[in-house]
């Protein structure tokens, strides 16, 4: 095998231009595929990135009345549906694909909320002991929530950057009061947002979605919600997923499993908000439009393979007589079919290294100059020189068979 890779090598170097518009075919076809691949691996991300937010894999999984969408908000808890207690989330922790639940309540526009004479118009959520964790935020300043605030009902609150900047006009806001339903809650601490990359907002749905958030946030102990809206109201679920492919089967879990134990009512249900799928369904756009330039990319190597198949019936035409020489000294059919094989797949691999390498550079270049999002893919650079390879290999197979079924006394002849 050695040997015959060599002899392909000498016969390569030996008509280099040849070789060269040989392998060209190959060369443009894997270089369109990989540029293809990679703009659609990086479409993908972005459009996930965009919709979800960099390393955010949590997702809300809400009660329903109906099958309207939207959180259940502003009234009691209905009847049929039990609330969460800590056991139903340890087990929900326990579901396929979930890594952290926690459970809160949220006024997405929140009412007489003030500080001094400055009113207050972002969300106001009561939650439990996990969502700070769950949802990824850390104390910027002051402190977070401690075990007697949930015990002891202590009428604290956190508030995010947001809400810091715009309802305290810059002011450090530990120790200020802020009144809820006319309940007033000390400032403890402020909180951000550990992964700061924001998704980004294209439509109106995507504005409802996260217009809470950008309008800032004050939080308080879950025990201390009935205090401020004097009943037991439905909850949210924050569901953390192991990873964010893993979104919209942990969601669903979670749904599942509490239409399951904690809804008797019909008319209820709880379902899983998930933006993975909303992404998934653009990715699948962007793929279906890309699958078509890859078909066309396919027709260039397959013109590529023609080419190939024609140098090497040309080269078996050149070497009549040396191939007539080492039939007649003793080699085997096998072997000379061997060597003309290796010798189209060394052709068909160098281009499709080649191509490759055109196919990256092409996406980076892309990348700069357009903008476009790009994620080189190591699995479709392997395949893609394999492929190349396997392509010399079907394509030369003509010609090595033409070349080992050549009679020695005929070979010999030929001028």
Avoid at 168 to 181: A, L, S, V
């Amino acid at each position: 095998m050695f040997e015959n890779i060599m002899l392909a090598f000498q016969g390569i170097w030996g008509h280099k231009m040849r070789s060269f518009l040989t392998m060209l075919g190959i060369i443009i076809g894997i270089a369109a595929i990989i540029t293809i691949v990679s703009t659609i691996k990086g479409t993908n991300e972005q459009i996930k990135e965009n919709l979800i937010g960099a390393g955010n894999n949590v997702v809300t999984v809400s009660l329903t009345q109906d099958g309207a969408s939207g959180v259940i908000e502003y009234s009691p808890l209905p009847d049929g549906v039990k609330v969460i207690d800590e056991d139903t989330r340890k087990e929900l922790e326990k579901l396929d694909g979930v890594e952290a639940v926690s459970l809160y309540r949220s006024r997405s526009w929140a009412e007489e909320v003030f500080y001094a004479n400055t009113s207050f118009t972002g969300g106001v959520f009561g939650v439990d002991r996990n969502y700070l964790d769950v949802n990824d935020y850390s104390v910027n300043y002051g402190r977070g929530f401690l075990e007697s605030d949930f015990t002891e009902s202590k009428k604290v609150a956190l508030v995010d950057a947001n809400t810091a900047s715009s309802l305290f006009e810059g002011k450090n806001p530990i120790g200020k009061t802020i009144e809820i339903k006319g309940e007033p809650f000390t400032v403890v601490g402020v909180v951000s947002k550990t992964n700061a990359s924001a998704p980004v907002i294209n439509s109106i749905e995507d504005y409802y979605m996260y217009a809470n958030t950008s309008s800032g946030s004050i939080f308080i102990p879950d025990s201390c919600w009935p205090i401020v809206y004097r009943y037991d109201e439905p909850q949210t679920v924050a569901v953390k997923a192991v990873s964010t492919d893993k979104m919209t089967y942990a969601g669903n879990n979670v749904a599942s499993s509490l239409n399951d134990t904690n809804v008797s009512n019909d008319t209820f249900k709880y379902e899983a908000y998930d933006l993975l799928k909303q992404a998934a369904d653009l990715q699948s756009l962007s793929e279906a439009t890309n699958t078509q330039l890859l078909w066309i990319a396919g027709i260039s190597l397959l013109v590529g393979g023609i080419g190939v198949m024609n140098i090497m019936l040309v080269s078996v035409t050149e070497r009549t007589r040396e191939i007539g020489l080492k039939i007649a000294i003793g080699a085997r059919q096998k072997r000379i079919l061997w060597q003309f094989l290796t010798e189209a797949a060394v052709l068909t691999s160098l281009g499709g290294i080649l191509g490759v390498m055109c196919g990256v550079g092409l996406a980076m270049l892309l990348s700069q100059v357009m903008g476009t999002a790009v994620a080189i893919s190591v699995p479709a650079c392997l395949i893609a020189v394999v492929f190349s390879m396997a392509i010399g290999i079907v394509f030369g197979l003509v010609p090595a068979v033409k070349a080992a079924k050549l009679n020695p006394i005929e070979a010999l002849r030929r001028e």
